[in-house]
Every structure is written in structure tokens, then in C-alpha cells.
């Protein structure tokens, strides 16, 4: 009965993170409709409730009653999971994203995340490596020259950028001393990271931005030249869990950049509860990575190449020799 | 091009990523700066300058009478032959148009007919939305061309609008004495 009881928190607390992440696209994309349009000097959508605010739930409607299309030269299995491939590893990241310092509620301490696991940030770099496979098998299975092209773009662009955001990354556990992210952030406590290990910062967020598949490295869906990319034979709500995961992972980086290089939920004005501080943080980065969507355009393959092997990676790598050498 | 003046020297700026902040900052201000779109047909409309050449309409003199005399130069000199004009002679004995037919699917707005007028009477005015569901309705008569709307006094703005329900495709303007000096021009961000 005792070990029942103690899984309701957890459960409720799941229940809440999917819930928050399912719908959580909706106002993204309202958000980055509106940000595209007003960098191009137009107001965005206008007309469903206000300000457009309900246009995504429009939106939704229409993807969810949309034909359900499968090609015939496609993998019909392969085509139905791969949706679900990408959009699982998100999810599944947010369970040792901690929000906050655990909290007395109900005269029990209940720890606000669903796990503060103490190789957290190993399992979110692992999991979210997974993420590509929903890519590759999207495009494997859809049979279709654009998509191959595209899966196979992103296959390289993961192997690359994954190899200096891991390594920009272990500054911050030197420092730290852990992979707890909950640990990580109460790390920096007077100072945070991002004063500490600029290059570090600069090198996660690049690459971050590389994973995350988002302009000016989309070259896996990239539309100029290849349709949609990966996704370019999907439709209907095959097509919105892609659109899904893909913000899911971006709200994903912003929180990885907040709780690694911005001091977490610390350093916040004491009026405000810790929780939204850290809430206001992601906010921002979600902003920012949408801004540098609408500014840069996209990087040629070979360029994209270039920056992860030649400059992130020597980058990344003299981030810890330095911060080796400091620390010691 | 923009590649020749590039100095190799000027390294610290590429470090740095100067031009990439510099791009941000532009968008950035841009973010921040007023929309310009028109939010047309139901809550915005742009009336056209005076010298707009739209919808034809035709002048009537003092005692409501039609100033055209049927001469036919407009239909004569007009380059897609849309205006037709059978002209007759009233009880005063004066010569009026009995018909006077302009296809305004066929027209071009070039405005030869108004210059070719002798008697200021056929001149284009400030409508522009000519839409419709039926080609008939395009062909527009006498009445219509004296009922519609002339030039327009001062252009060049936007005025509050709403959409004609009945009509459905068109959008009638709503005179709020306070939005008659909106320049709309003003809104337009520029680079200096």
C-alpha cells in the first residue's frame, strides 16, 4: 500500500508534463507565426479569436481531419512508427528536467521534476539522439528521393554536432561535479555558467540549434531544395506529431540552455516564485531561437560541415583543456 | 561582389560575428516596429489617390442631366472597343446617349477616354473593387456609371471599413472624422 501511495506523485506529475507538452505546440506556433510576420512588418494571423490566438487550434482541426495518405511504394510499417520514433524521445527527455527546488506540499517534499536522475544530462544527450531515427526512418520509409535525401542530410548533421555538444557540455560537469542537473544549477549559485564557459555556451548553443534541425541548419527539410525534406510525403496527423516533436525539441534546448549555462531557476527576483523565473528563461530562448529563425538563411552543406568539424569541434575541445587547466 | 572589399584582415569582426549581430539587430528593430498591412476587406480599407483610374463614372451637369453628348470619341479611341454609346435626341433636342454600355472585364483603364471627351463627362473614378460572380454583371449601364463613385478628394490613406454582407464582395468605408489624416506612408520602416 505504502509503495502504491508513492507512485500517485509521480503519476500526477506525469500526467501534468504531458499534458503542458502536448498542448504546448500550439501557442509555440502561434508564437513563431507571429514573430515571423512581425520581422516581415505584417501582423501574423489576425482573425481566429485574438490577435489569431485560437488560429492554431483551427489549425490543428484541419491537420487531424486531413487525409491520412500512405504512398504505395511506401513502408507501410515503417511509415506509421517513424511519427512516433521522433516524437517519443522529447517526451521522454522532460522526465529528469528538473523545474525547481522541491517544494513542501501536503506534508510531503515532492521534487519538481519526475525524476532528478544522477546522470541526468547523459540521459538527455542519449535520448535525444534517438530523436534522429524518427528522421531516418521517415525518410527511409517514405520511398521518395526527397525525403532519402533529407534523412541522409540529417544523419550526418546529427553525427556531427552531437560530437562537440557533448564535449561543450563537460565543462559545466567539471564544474559542477556532477551530471545532476538539479545539482548542475545549484552549481551556480553566485555566478552562472555562461560567464564561466562562454565558448562552452557558444558551442551547445550552436550545435543545439544544428540537432534541433532549425534554421540556419534545417538542411533536413530544407524546402528550397528538397520539398519538406523528410516529411515531405506526410500528411494529416502523421505530419503534425513531426511538427510536434520538432517543437518539442526546441523547448527541450531552450531548457537544456537555461538549467546548464543561466543558472536554472536561481538569480531571479525574490518576488518572483523560482519555477517562473526558469519559465521566463525558456521563454526567452524560445524567443531567440525563433528570431534567429526569421534573420539568417540557411548554411550550404559543406558550411555546415565545416562549422561543426572545424570550428565547434577544436572549440568545444579547448573549452575543457582550458577549464582543466583553470580548475586545477 | 560584396566579397572584393572584404578585407582578410578584418578577422576580429568575423570572430565576433559581427555581421550575424548586425542582421540580428535589423531584425530586431524591424520585430518592433509597426505593421504595414492593410487589414483589408472588413476592418481596413485603402482609398485610392485622386488621379487613380478605377471604376468609370460619368459627370451629370446642374439639372441632373448627363454631361455626355454621344459624340462616341471615347468608343472610338478606346484601344479594346469595351465602351458602347448608341447615341438619340431628346425633347429638348439636345443629342444624349441613349445607351451607354462599358464592359469593364474587356477594359484596361488607360483613361484614353477621358482625355478624348469633349464634354467632361466620362471620367475614372476611385472604385476599384469590380469582383463579381457573374461576367454579365461586368457590363456595366447608364445608371450604374452615373451612381458611381468619382475621384477621390483625398487619397492616398487608409480608412475604417466593413465588409458589404449583402454585396459580399465589396467593402464600404466608414467615415471616422479622426482617421481622415492617417498617413499610412508614415508606418513604412526605412533603412537610412
Redesign the interface.
Known amino acids: 500500500m505504502e509503495n502504491v501511495l508513492s507512485l500517485v506523485p509521480v503519476l500526477i506529475k506525469m500526467a501534468i508534463v504531458v499534458g503542458v507538452l502536448l498542448l504546448l505546440p500550439l501557442p509555440l506556433t502561434w508564437l513563431e507565426r507571429k ?1 515571423a ?7 501574423g494571423p ?1 482573425r481566429v479569436g485574438w490577435h489569431g490566438l485560437l488560429q492554431p487550434l483551427a489549425d490543428a482541426i484541419k491537420l487531424l481531419t486531413k487525409e491520412d495518405h500512405i504512398p504505395a511504394e511506401a513502408d507501410r510499417m515503417l511509415f506509421s512508427i517513424a511519427p512516433v520514433v521522433a516524437l517519443v524521445p522529447p517526451f521522454l527527455v522532460f522526465v529528469a528536467i528538473p523545474i525547481g527546488d522541491p517544494i513542501q506540499m501536503f506534508g510531503t517534499e515532492i521534487a519538481l521534476s519526475i525524476s532528478d536522475l544522477n546522470v541526468g544530462l547523459l540521459f538527455i544527450l542519449a535520448v535525444s539522439g534517438i530523436g534522429v531515427f524518427g528522421t531516418i526512418l521517415a525518410g527511409w520509409a517514405s520511398n521518395s528521393k526527397y525525403a532519402v535525401l533529407g534523412s541522409l542530410r540529417s544523419i550526418a548533421q546529427m553525427i556531427s554536432y552531437e560530437i562537440p555538444m557533448g564535449f561543450s557540455v563537460i565543462g559545466v560537469v567539471m564544474l559542477a561535479g556532477s551530471m545532476q542537473l538539479s545539482q548542475i544549477v545549484s552549481s551556480q549559485q553566485g555566478l552562472w555558467n555562461v560567464v564561466v564557459q562562454p565558448i562552452g555556451f557558444f558551442v551547445f548553443f550552436v550545435s543545439g540549434l544544428a540537432e534541433a534541425q532549425r534554421i540556419p541548419f534545417d538542411l533536413p527539410e530544407a524546402e528550397g531544395d528538397l520539398g519538406a525534406g523528410y516529411h515531405t510525403e506526410y500528411s494529416g496527423i502523421r505530419f503534425s506529431l513531426f511538427m510536434l516533436a520538432e517543437y518539442l525539441v526546441v523547448v527541450v534546448l531552450a531548457f537544456l540552455n537555461v538549467l546548464l549555462f543561466f543558472g536554472g531557476w536561481l538569480g531571479g527576483p525574490a518576488f518572483l516564485p523560482a519555477t517562473i523565473w526558469l519559465l521566463l528563461k525558456v521563454g526567452f530562448f524560445i524567443w531567440v531561437f525563433m ?2 529563425r ?3 538563411p540557411r548554411y550550404r552543406y559543406d558550411q555546415l560541415m565545416a562549422i561543426g568539424w572545424k570550428l565547434l569541434l577544436p572549440l568545444s575541445l579547448l573549452n575543457i583543456l582550458v577549464s582543466g587547466f583553470v580548475m586545477l | 561582389m560584396a566579397r572584393t572589399g572584404v578585407k582578410r584582415s578584418n578577422w576580429i569582426g568575423r570572430v565576433l560575428l559581427v555581421d ?1 549581430l548586425a ?2 539587430r ?3 528593430g ?8 492593410h ?1 483589408y476587406p472588413d476592418y481596413e480599407k485603402w482609398v485610392p489617390y485622386q488621379r487613380h483610374r478605377g471604376h468609370h463614372f460619368i459627370k451629370t451637369n446642374e439639372e441632373g442631366e448627363v454631361n455626355c453628348v454621344a459624340c462616341e470619341l471615347c468608343s472610338k479611341i478606346c484601344p479594346c472597343d469595351c465602351i458602347t454609346v448608341i447615341p438619340f435626341e431628346n425633347e429638348k433636342g439636345d443629342r444624349r446617349p441613349k445607351v451607354f454600355d462599358i464592359n469593364l472585364a474587356r477594359c484596361l483603364y488607360c483613361g484614353l477616354c477621358e482625355d478624348a471627351c469633349p464634354a467632361d463627362a466620362i471620367k475614372l473614378g476611385q472604385e476599384y473593387e469590380v469582383a463579381t460572380h457573374h461576367r454579365g454583371t461586368l457590363v456595366v449601364h447608364l445608371e450604374d456609371l452615373v451612381k458611381a463613385p468619382g475621384k477621390a478628394g483625398n487619397g492616398g490613406v487608409v480608412r475604417p471599413a466593413t465588409l458589404d454582407r449583402n454585396g459580399g464582395l465589396r467593402s464600404v468605408t466608414r467615415t471616422r472624422p479622426k482617421d481622415a489624416g492617417l498617413d499610412w506612408w508614415s508606418r ?2 526605412r533603412e537610412r
Do not use: N
Not at chain 1, 37 to 43: E, L, V
Not at chain 2, 30 to 37: A, D, I, P
Open positions: 514573430i510576420a512581425h520581422i516581415q512588418q505584417r501582423p489576425m528570431w534567429l526569421f534573420t539568417f | 550575424l542582421g540580428l535589423l531584425t530586431l524591424y520585430m518592433v516596429s509597426k505593421t504595414v498591412t487589414h513604412i520602416r
